[in-house]
Every structure is written in structure tokens, then in C-alpha cells.
């Protein structure tokens, strides 16, 4: 399904809203972006893998994806579901604070009645406004935006109860601690007393991709930090987030971004 709303933020936009609606509709592998992303569910339900938490998604709750966090949605077989999407970047936000305070507010939630009214009557005028742009339009997406983070920021919110934890959880959490370190498939099987063989037949049915394609993700995503935030030399992060060599370095990250490593550094100077 082409993702309309990414597009917009790839063609310069700072905010972009859109509604979809499916059947099967799934993610068959974890990706990331480099921006936030809401994702209020209207109808339908779905699970979320967010790293190594699982939920189980309603009607009337959503999730707040912060940039480079690696996810994946996927439903029941034949499941219809609609999805109210927001997608911002970091300078559509009024300051660093709130940046900050919306980094640590990633996770699933579900807000009172009267609070959610309200949070979703924003998410859509959002949307209003951007397929009828009226006068001073930027200014109202932001003071819109704006208007509903606070909002939720200063309401009750409870968190959606994460499914239980399984082997498989606990791989991806201990990948996402120790993803610089050099290891091994047999190493790692120890580490959870299981053979190699049923760890990888566990780990492709429940997060849909290989063991070593999920280790890549998040060293990539950490290289892709370092080269926006760090002067080190590409040679030097391809080191630190556990490549042995810069050329197989490189040739995943092209793989996974779609360039090269100096481009993407080159792109955020």
C-alpha cells in the first residue's frame, strides 16, 4: 500500500495526516522513520510489534512511534481495520522540551473519554485542513499539532497492557543492548538454552524476519543516529555498532536506507 503521508514529509512537509482503511493489511518486516508517527486505530484490531513489546491494538487507542524506533503491524486473517495516521517532524514541535518529553512518550495508550474526544477531534482537523488548506495553513497544522500533544501530554493516560514475554522478546531486547558486540547464532542460542535451529524457526514466525536482518536494523538505526549527531568517521561507527568490515557495512545500510552512508550524511548537513 503506497504510504501517502510519508511521501508528503519526503517532498518537505513537516506534518502529514492520512486515513486508511484494510484487510490483510500486514507488515511483513520491522521498518523505521525518521520522524514520529501516531497511530490512532478507529476500527478493526491489530497487533503491534514495537522492538521487543507486543500489543494488541482497539478501537479508540493509539501508539506513539518516536523517529528510529523499529515496529511492525500486522492483524488477524481477514480482519477489516481503519487507521487515523500523523505523521511530524522534530521542527513541527513549538521546542526542544516537548521534542524531549515526546521521545520518553512512545508506547500505546488509551485516554479518557472526554480526553480522547478531544485528541481525536485534533487528529482530524488535521486532516481537514490538509486536503482543504485554508488561510495560514502551516500555522494551523502546527498550532493544531501542537494543541493535541499538549493536550495528551497533560491527560490521564493508561497504558495498554503489553502481551506476555516470550523467548523471542527477549532476544530482541537483548540484541537491542548488545547489538555492538560480535556475536554468533550458536552463542546466542546458549545465551537462551535453545538449539540454533529452533531459535531462528521461532524468531522468523513471530517477527517475520531472520535473526541476523534484525540485528542489522538496529545497527543501522544506531549508525544513521551517529552520523546525524557524531564527527566520527564512517570507518569509526561502522566499528562501534559491531561491523567487522566498512564494505559489508556499507552494503547494508545502503540496503536498508536505499543510500549510502556519506550520502545520508551529506543530505543532513
Known amino acids: 500500500m503506497i504510504d501517502n ?41 491489530r497487533y503491534h510489534l514495537i522492538e521487543d513489546q507486543l500489543y494488541h491494538l482497539t478501537p479508540g487507542q493509539f501508539i506513539i512511534f518516536k523517529p528510529y524506533m523499529l515496529h511492525r503491524s500486522y492483524g488477524d486473517k481477514d480482519m477489516p481495520f481503519c487507521r487515523l495516521l500523523i505523521y511530524f517532524r522534530s521542527g513541527a514541535l513549538l521546542s526542544p522540551k516537548l521534542d524531549a518529553v515526546m521521545q520518553a512518550a512512545s508506547g500505546a495508550y488509551q485516554l479518557s473519554a472526554q480526553d480522547n474526544t478531544i485528541f481525536y477531534q485534533c487528529m482530524n482537523r488535521i486532516l481537514l485542513e490538509q486536503k482543504s488548506p485554508q488561510q495560514f495553513h502551516a500555522e494551523y497544522l502546527s498550532s493544531l499539532l501542537n494543541t493535541m500533544l499538549i493536550h495528551l501530554l497533560r491527560s490521564k493516560k493508561d497504558p495498554v497492557e503489553q502481551n506476555k514475554k516470550n523467548r523471542v522478546t527477549k532476544v530482541i531486547s537483548y540484541l537491542s543492548k548488545h547489538y555492538a558486540e560480535s556475536m554468533s547464532l550458536q552463542e546466542l542460542s546458549r545465551q537462551f538454552y535453545v538449539s540454533p535451529y529452533h531459535l531462528c524457526r521461532e524468531f522468523k514466525l513471530y517477527a517475520n524476519v531472520t535473526i541476523i536482518q534484525y540485528l542489522n536494523a538496529v545497527r543501522i538505526i544506531e549508525a544513521q543516529k551517529m552520523l546525524l549527531s557524531t564527527k566520527k568517521s564512517i570507518t569509526q561507527i561502522s566499528s562501534e555498532v559491531g561491523f567487522d568490515s566498512i564494505t559489508h557495512f556499507e552494503r547494508v545500510f545502503k540496503k536498508i536506507t536505499g543510500s549510502t552512508p556519506r550520502a545520508a550524511r551529506k543530505i543532513n548537513l
Open 5 to 45: 503521508a510519508r511521501s508528503m514529509l519526503e517532498e518537505g512537509r513537516h506534518i502529514a495526516s492520512e486515513r486508511i482503511a484494510g484487510v490483510n493489511d500486514n507488515l511483513h518486516i520491522s521498518h523505521y522513520h525518521e520522524f514520529y508517527e501516531i497511530y490512532y486505530l478507529e476500527s478493526g484490531e
